[in-house]
């Protein structure tokens, strides 16, 4: 039997974070013992834990020690560990061993001092510029031979996202994807939490699909927009493709409104608006040369909002502001993600959860779609910050931007 | 090789008739050979076809027979057939070889003329009074050992629905179970269809479920019946017993609003509101004594709307209102069906499903619900004039009221 | 501030019992303080703590013992406190302030002795023979005027479902309503449950829907009954009726699968099939007249297992055997499930939402359905130890036969 | 009022061709009147029918002829007209004008001449090379500046699909997408289209997503290319990347098994293998190098199978066989799919929709999904060929394989 000794300390029990790693010890295999305990008496008070674990081999030893560490759990010798740090062998390839990310606040402990990770985002290494004394998230095409990289978990510090004291009621929808629920409440509580984010000077970050223009909801999109309630756009080629064609074949949209969306001209204005920006050269050309004169992206290019459209393989054209690359179009959206502190993703499941892969843990994440296994998978992949909900889009956003309007005459 | 020649009228083309028809034969092992067709030039134009139709057996021209005539063709010598009847053998029991009913308008030939059979809905059998010479379509547990009952399929007509020239909107919404639609569009043409409707002096039904109240959309629909567009509600214990909660409880139902829905004095209310309507005797009781004093059914007893609440035994309590003999329900619900024209189904599978099974397919109805698959099992269970919208009950009751209340002006 | 001292204790901090106490008492809008915690060293040990309350009215303070109750939390002077009783005032109505039942083991004292509560059932009363010294779960249409009825929450103790010490794969699929697993392991696990639950001579309860027969599936099921895994079956007038109709006119049915299920004798045959039954009396009489001759009800004749058909505004005929008052349902069911110890739900909505409402929370459930919105609704009604499988029922009948065929060997 | 005369051959009533087309021109505004119809007498005789169409405007009698040409009407004058051809204006650019295909069998009419168009495929336009005499469908991005596109639809002439005679079981699965279906017969007509494609030295493509590993069918697709049912796969880095985790990592994958899929270890297990492999360089490098012995990527290298692993935004790594560009990725995608006479899409919805945009209408589809929205998605594109079943993967495949080795054996 191994042993080794980890302390834990935070509002643990209340936040269900002692519970998971009692459960997460036993789970691998291993035996605990608390050695210690102390626990908060009132709400805001911390608590306390010091917890023996005991493994067959080093190696489950070191298993739990990695997992738990997740939760905040720490070897109690790890103050003084430091990381150790090993080559890159080549372009694109992590040495052996190399720890693998969470989205949770990272710190490493170089030359006995506790840095932080920079542009913390899960499944990636962790670079160190020990002159520096800096240490980033690496994805993996990024890093370069001889890079230095963590490996081992020895000298890796996370900080567990504890639940806010008093809670929000954001935090309780957290766990509720189901279409039954009062949703008039949380959509307010939505539009609460982006004014309050725009009041702080926070970004917000809206990813959506093309489902918003055949809702016909993009015009609630451009309100967004105009009212300064969207600081950066992620999309595909669809929702360009959708809003430009309506923006340019208006009338004939109007038809087709009339007649159901399958109308039959579809396929070729699709086509059409397509080749239209294609021959202007871009879409922001396309706004300067008046080729398209309304819609959500036209409305991005007046307002100056950055957009990043990701390709797809399942994209007609692109358009030319499409990133095909999609390992360049994921950098892209790093930076753009950068400084983002609410993330509102709509009627979309790929760029969704493309989204939720890079963003760090922090940011608070609400998802919108009208089938509940969307809402479901992205609440599933350990961005645990997601909000979920059930609802149909285009009704979604009008509530919404009802409720930014009236809300804004309060602060007149 | 046995033959038969059928005939068959009317938009058989533009209507798919005759392609189905065709396909039905050929399916069914048979063979066709058209013997004379009269296209109609023109869209109002109707046409005609004679068929022969040859099969191995007898048996196998029979049913062919009896399966193309769903769609209208009838054997040229039919005109002079008549039906024949035998006597059910003991209560509740059809004769052998007892003609099942389809939930389209039908006729039956006796004494060389043909009379309408009445209240026709699917799945039941014919019973003639030859005396009175009337037809009543006969569910299989009210018939009486005696009864005439019709046997085979000779002197049988179908009049199968043809789609309306010109085109109604409704129409093309029938295959279009999509969540990515305008919806707003469609929403519209509803309140269009229901206005007419009432203006036509029309009775609309509504069939809703229990996420009416639960999603906030109570309020609508007790706007639907003050405004006179809900003539009949079909319902279960479920949505009741939440109206009435909400009725009762409402600061408590604020709170959850508050807290989410999984708020932890839930059942405790629902099953306190149970008790107290039946204490008080029944939901009218209930109201006259003041115990409940708004809501949807509260609207129903002043408003004098009839409601039946069909019982199911996933039912609470239940209340002393709902007709816990589920024929009894039926046949409750066949009654006060009578004379419907329109049917709106909201949140709810059983009791859309039962209710689809008691209308005649000239009943217009409309399925909202935000699950696709709902919807699609209703469209898929012969209620041929099933329109199916995808999307959540509130914000599609808010839209509804809305344009209803729009659309009120002009014609003050 | 009013307060009050409760005390906890068993696995609470492991099983989340005590993170979800204090979640609570927050929520409700109290305070607490942690007076006393010991927690249990190692994994099997036990722990306590003893928690003030404060609320600003006794109301709130109520409300909050009302609901920590649930979870094991006992005021320290309960122990000595009596139940209240009050005499129910008219047939089918409890006395104001009634205490409202869940599903988990619980005991009421009465003179001073604790006594179990029989037939624990959720939403229900408790009505106590003092004479006896019984107390029994009472359903609100069985009170009777003059029952006594425990009202308020005084001397109501709950016992908490703990998670099991070493932990069985069942708990860890609780909420993995996910269709992405790797379900032969899950399935392996049903069946040794399955076997287990044989070996200890507990009783197994089959809850099936008619896809099982739509999907070929049936076949399974006789086997299941035929290798005694199935006790007793509770069904609905479909299941029944599509599995009647196949034994009848299995070569039509054979016709059928070859040409689709939509093919075009289904309406005629179903209705014909419960026509046969209606003839012969009911299932058992037409088992015994060698009017059916095979299929599942035909094994459960043979075989002597009980069924319950319960009936829903939905079906047609019914057949005779089908219970068409949902209140007298409820019972049969209520008394057919005692000493059930395993649950199998499959392909059903409604009749695995009654049978999960009327089991007490000790019971294990399986429910299989490939629509993940079925699985979870199940899940999410506080049928606590509720186990969700997101497959098709037909190959999943398949390999569990499999296995159980498989796994029979070595016992033999 | 302008008119036109189209003519339109074949089992165009049987097809449902010609209700189709009268109902388009109807839709799109203009009137119809059938000056001439001749209807086949039997199932295998060809109708032919002439159509006078009457417009309010040159543009509107336009558009109604380009629409219903798609089902094969051709105005009479059409015979003699030649195709507009125009040079495209830059590079990736269309002219103006240009035609727009459809996935349908087409033909172009050059100097007198028909000529079939290559690599037909949906959304693109059609380049002309006029000396020597071909047609090719032209994605936009690859127009390059001065190539002969087709403008107008003038000397386009289209051949829509028409049923087979006789019906194969196929078809008739077309809109059944359901889950309550005999899905073991469906199975097994699969079975044999793909035992009579490889027969005919058809190419059978897979297109499949990582869902068949994470439910344990990764072996059965093994079992399929063994069997050279499998002649190039498509997929996406997740497939790869879970296949080889699996390869690599296996008994830890067996210890996931034991402990459900959510195990602690999944996220470094997955980074970790596609670490190994950018270090081989390359799946086919790593097989080479026995890193990997085993799975489907292992089988693919070894029996020498074409795999185009397509890059999205959702991608950690990726694996270095990965192609990144989109463009480039649907450019491999085509190449590959050339010949291709069935496909197999299996858990996957990005790839699946991919696909369908690239193949010709002739190529049969079947789309296997557990979820039926999926399922759906692929069958409304216009992908008219395609065939759904709602079921889960792992029971799918297994029988699948089932029924290939059991067929097997006859022809031995």
């Known amino acids: 039997m191994v042993r080794s000794i980890v302390e834990i300390s935070g509002h643990i029990i209340d936040s269900l974070i002692l519970p998971k790693v009692l459960d997460l010890i036993v789970n691998l295999g291993a035996e605990f013992e608390i050695l210690k305990i102390q626990v908060g008496h009132r ?44 080559a890159a ?53 990024r890093v370069q031979p001889g890079d230095l990289i963590v490996v081992g978990h020895h ?44 009041q702080e000077q926070g970004r917000i970050l809206v990813v959506a699909g093309p489902g918003l223009v055949h809702t016909g909801a993009a015009r609630y999109l451009v309100e967004l927009i105009e009212r300064d309630y969207v600081q950066v756009l992620f999309a595909g080629n669809g929702l360009a493709v959708h809003d430009i064609e309506s923006a340019l074949y208006g009338t004939s949209l109007g038809v087709n409104l009339d007649k159901n969306i399958r ?3 579809g396929h070729q204005h699709h086509l059409r608006a397509i080749n239209e920006i294609r021959k202007a050269g871009g879409i922001k050309q396309a706004v ?7 819609g959500i992206f036209f409305t991005c290019v007046k307002k100056n909002i950055d957009f990043v459209l990701a390709g797809s393989i399942r994209d007609d054209g692109p358009l030319p502001d499409v990133v095909t690359d999609t390992l360049r179009a994921q950098d892209h959206m790093r930076e753009k993600a950068q400084g983002v502190s609410l993330a509102l993703m ?19 994440t609400v998802c919108v779609d009208i089938n509940p296994a969307v809402v479901t998978k992205l609440s ?7 909000t979920g909900l059930v609802t149909d889009v285009e009704p979604f956003l009008r509530s919404l931007c009802q409720h930014l309007r009236d809300e804004q005459q309060p602060t007149a």
């Not at 599933?380 to 997601?386: N, S, Y």
């Open 89 to 141: 062998p080549m372009a694109g390839v992590f040495p052996d061993g190399f720890y693998s990310t969470t989205n949770l606040p990272t710190a490493v402990r170089v030359n006995d001092r506790w840095i932080d990770v920079e542009s913390i985002e899960m499944d990636c290494g962790i670079g160190v510029d020990v002159q520096a004394m800096r240490a980033q998230c690496v994805p993996i095409h």
């Open 288 to 294: 300067e040369q008046n080729v398209i004169q309304r």
């Open 43 to 86: 709400r805001a008070d911390r608590s306390f834990a010091r917890i023996q674990i005991g493994a067959a081999t080093p190696n489950e030893l070191e298993r739990v020690l990695a997992k738990i560490k997740e939760h905040g759990a720490l070897p109690v010798e790890t103050e003084h560990d430091s990381v150790e740090l090993r």
């Open 346 to 364: 709509m009627a979309t499941t790929l760029h969704a959860i493309a989204t939720g892969n890079l963003l760090p843990a922090t940011v608070k």
């Open 380 to 386: 599933d992949r350990g961005t645990f910050q997601a």
């Open 155 to 198: 000298g890796v510090k996370i900080f567990p996202l504890e639940r806010q004291v008093p809670r929000q009621t954001f935090e309780f929808m957290n766990n509720a994807v189901s279409t039954e629920q009062p949703k008039g409440f949380l959509i307010r509580e939505i539009a609460e939490s982006m004014k309050r984010t725009r």
């Open 263 to 265: 109308a039959s001209e």
